[in-house]
C-alpha cells in the first residue's frame, strides 16, 4: 500500500524549483503571494500540517505552538537562524525544528566584506555623486576613505560565518581577533591566525572593525549594549550581518551621528528602517535589506537543506538539520 505522504505547508514563496521538488514528494500547500502569512493564517496551518516550512518573517511563539495541531510534528525552518521560534516550547510538544545551517555562509561573509568596504571606502558617497552626476573630476583629497589592511577585525561570535570572514580578512591583510563562547581548537585558530579574547569588554576597546556574527539569543540580546559601545575606539566601524537585536540600535544610532563611533554596515534591524530613520541618511553608514545570504546559488542549497530534513523525518528519522535548546 502506498505511503500516505506528509502534509507540508510552506509560509513564504521559494525559489521555483525548490516548491516544484517539494511538491513532487509530499501533499504540498505553497503561498500565492509573497507576502508572510498573518498570525491567523500561521495558526491554521500549524493545525493542520505535519510539517511547518517557515522562514524568519514568521514568529512562531509559544502561543501558536501552543494552538498547533496534534499532527505538527517538524518546523523545518528555511533560513539559519531561528530566533524566531520557541525552541524550547516546540520542544516540550515533541515538535522538532531544523534549520539550513552552512549553505549561506560563504554568501554572507562576503556580504560583511561588502558592507566593511563599503564603510570604509565610503563607496555609497561615491555612489550618490555619480548618480546626481555631481562628479567634478579626480582630486587627491577626495572620499578618502581608510585601508583594511593591517587593521584589526574584532569577530563576535566565531562560528561558521565568523571564519569564513575570518579567512576573508586574512586575505585583505587585517589582523584577525575574536570573541566566542568556547575558543576554537588550536589548529583553527593557527590556520586562521585568529587572537582570542576571553573578555569581550577587551576586544571591543581595541578594534578597528567590529563584525557581529553571533546568533540572537537571550544571551546575545543586546551584547553591544550602550556601555559596550562606547568601549570602542571613535575611529572604529562596525559590520552587523546577524540579527539587529545584538546591537542597541538607539545607542549605536545616538553614538554615530554624534561621531562617536566612525560608521556602521548593517544587513539586520532590531526595529527596521521605520524604527531608527535617523540611520537611513547618514553618508557614514550602509544599509541593506537584510540579503547577506541573497544569492539564486544560495536560496536553492537552502531550499534543498529543507528537503533533505522534511525527507529524512518522512524516512522515520532525525532531520540531520535538528535545532536543540541546549544548542542556543
Ligand atoms: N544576514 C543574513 O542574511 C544571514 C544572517 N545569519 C545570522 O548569522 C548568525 C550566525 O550564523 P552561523 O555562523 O551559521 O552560526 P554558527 O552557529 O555557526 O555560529 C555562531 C557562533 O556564535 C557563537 N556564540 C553564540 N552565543 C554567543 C555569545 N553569547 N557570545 C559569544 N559567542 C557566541 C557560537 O559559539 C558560534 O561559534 C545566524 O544565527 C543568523 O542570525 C545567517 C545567515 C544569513
Ligand atoms: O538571516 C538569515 C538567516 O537565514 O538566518
Given at each position: 500500500m502506498p505511503q500516505k505522504r506528509l502534509s507540508v505547508v510552506v509560509t513564504r514563496r521559494l525559489p521555483e524549483a525548490v516548491e516544484t521538488r517539494l511538491s513532487e514528494l509530499f501533499d504540498v500547500t505553497l503561498r500565492e503571494d509573497d507576502t508572510p502569512m498573518t498570525r491567523a493564517q500561521l495558526a491554521e496551518a500549524m493545525a493542520e500540517a505535519d510539517v511547518l516550512v517557515p522562514t524568519i518573517t514568521d514568529q512562531i511563539d509559544a502561543g501558536l505552538i501552543g494552538q498547533a495541531g496534534e499532527r505538527l510534528k517538524l518546523i523545518a525552518n528555511y533560513g539559519a537562524g531561528i530566533d524566531h521560534i520557541d525552541v524550547e516550547t516546540a520542544r516540550r510538544r515533541g515538535i522538532l525544528v531544523s534549520n539550513t545551517p552552512g549553505v549561506m555562509t560563504d554568501d554572507t561573509a562576503d556580504m560583511v566584506m561588502a558592507l566593511m568596504l563599503g564603510v570604509t571606502r565610503r563607496i555609497q558617497e561615491g555612489l550618490l555623486v555619480m548618480q546626481a552626476g555631481e562628479w567634478q573630476g579626480w582630486a587627491p583629497t577626495a572620499f578618502l576613505g581608510t585601508r583594511l589592511g593591517g587593521k584589526r577585525l574584532g569577530i563576535l561570535g566565531m562560528g561558521r560565518i565568523g571564519q569564513a570572514v575570518a579567512k576573508r580578512a586574512q586575505a585583505f591583510g587585517m589582523q584577525i581577533h575574536y570573541h566566542n563562547r568556547r575558543r576554537l581548537r588550536p589548529e583553527i585558530e593557527d590556520s586562521l591566525e585568529a587572537t582570542w579574547w576571553e573578555s569581550l569588554d577587551q576586544m571591543v576597546a581595541r578594534m578597528d572593525v567590529i563584525s557581529v556574527n553571533c546568533p540572537h539569543t537571550p544571551s546575545t540580546f543586546h551584547l553591544l549594549n550602550a556601555r559596550r559601545l562606547r568601549l570602542l575606539k571613535p575611529s572604529a566601524v562596525i559590520v552587523n550581518t546577524s540579527r539587529g537585536e545584538v546591537i542597541d540600535e538607539s545607542a549605536l544610532t545616538r553614538m554615530l551621528k554624534a561621531g562617536e563611533i566612525a560608521g556602521a554596515g548593517l544587513d539586520v534591524y532590531q526595529h527596521g528602517i521605520k524604527g531608527n530613520p535617523d540611520l537611513v541618511n547618514m553618508p557614514n553608514v550602509v544599509m541593506l535589506p537584510?540579503?547577506?545570504?541573497?544569492t539564486i546559488e544560495g536560496r536553492i542549497e537552502m531550499g534543498e537543506k529543507v528537503l533533505l530534513n522534511v525527507k529524512t523525518f518522512a524516512d522515520g528519522h532525525r532531520p540531520p538539520d535538528q535545532v536543540l535548546p541546549a544548542m542556543l
Open positions: 537584510h540579503m547577506g545570504s541573497a
